[in-house]
């Protein structure tokens, strides 16, 4: 994590920029940059982030980091479905995309457990 403090950037899941404004012995105080002006009160983010299991960081240091997670957000669905109704991807194309995906069939096809 980067050398995180008063004045650095951040992200939220959206990809909305804040700056850090300030700290509590906790938590970060937020600006957001599309907050409405009528709330001018920043937001608070924990200093121990959270990631959650099933939807990776909700917070980020970089937008690099931001639009990463994005573009697993946006498409690591369609293409689970795409592949699944393919009817055109080869065995061989398959096995390639099931290794870079981490994918071991002895370890998470339970069909091959039954067996």
């Known amino acids: ?27 970060w105080l937020v600006e957001w940059s599309n907050l409405d002006p009528r709330w001018n009160e920043p937001g608070k983010v924990p200093k121990k982030l959270k990631i959650d299991e099933y939807n990776g960081p909700q917070y980020f240091f970089s937008k690099e980091e931001c639009d990463n997670q994005r573009y697993l957000d ?27 995906a981490g994918y071991d069939p002895q370890l998470h096809n339970p069909r091959i457990h039954q067996r």
Do not use: H
């Open 1 to 27: 994590m980067p050398d995180i403090k008063v004045g650095s950037p951040i992200w939220n899941r959206q990809c909305i920029e804040g700056k850090i404004v300030g700290d509590t012995s906790r938590s």
């Open 74 to 100: 946006m498409n690591r669905y369609p293409l689970s479905q795409f592949i699944e109704k393919s009817r055109t991807i080869s065995a061989a194309n398959l096995r390639k995309i099931a290794e870079l």
